[in-house]
């Protein structure tokens, strides 16, 4: 999570422009989606591991959504919606996990709604400061 910024970057040798990035974000909706199937389809224990995966999977499309602003909404949209989903269901099953749906919801609540979009100028430590320590 902590490299998402690099692969933004022109930096990396061999890829077109946000190449990487569109990579991760389709890596992660893979483990959005897989996770939703399978916790949908069988009796799959919801623990700390799997809440974590789901949870850094949905900040990098997050990540990518305000990367690359509102016209990449209509691509990972279903990805996120799985992401969640499977974060309601988590904070629903496992007391700790309610903090990362809340956080989670108003990351994309602050992207979607465009105050930390990079095209207008904005970053997300100065749109919202206190958006994530609300959560804990």
């Given at each position: 999570m902590l490299m998402l910024p690099k692969l933004t970057s022109d930096s990396l040798p061999g890829l077109e422009t946000n190449q990487a990035l569109r990579e991760c974000c389709a890596a992660a909706g893979g483990i959005c989606r897989a996770y939703?199937?399978?916790?949908?389809?069988?009796?799959?224990?919801?623990?700390?591991?799997?809440?974590?995966?789901?949870?850094?999977?949905a900040v990098t499309l997050v990540f990518y959504l305000w990367d690359l602003g509102k016209a990449s909404l209509s691509s990972i949209q279903n990805d996120i919606r799985a992401c969640s989903s499977l974060l309601f269901v988590f904070a629903e099953r496992l007391p700790d996990?309610?903090?990362?749906?809340?956080?989670?919801e108003n990351l994309v609540e602050i992207v979607e709604i465009g105050k930390s979009?990079?095209?207008?100028?904005?970053?997300?430590?100065?749109?919202?400061?206190?958006?994530?320590?609300?959560?804990?």
């Amino acid at each position: 999570m902590l490299m998402l910024p690099k692969l933004t970057s022109d930096s990396l040798p061999g890829l077109e422009t946000n190449q990487a990035l569109r990579e991760c974000c389709a890596a992660a909706g893979g483990i959005c989606r897989a996770y939703k199937v399978l916790f949908r389809e069988s009796f799959l224990g919801y623990s700390l591991h799997a809440l974590n995966t789901v949870f850094l999977a949905a900040v990098t499309l997050v990540f990518y959504l305000w990367d690359l602003g509102k016209a990449s909404l209509s691509s990972i949209q279903n990805d996120i919606r799985a992401c969640s989903s499977l974060l309601f269901v988590f904070a629903e099953r496992l007391p700790d996990a309610k903090s990362h749906s809340e956080l989670f919801e108003n990351l994309v609540e602050i992207v979607e709604i465009g105050k930390s979009s990079p095209r207008d100028g904005g970053s997300p430590s100065t749109s919202s400061p206190n958006t994530a320590s609300e959560c804990f």
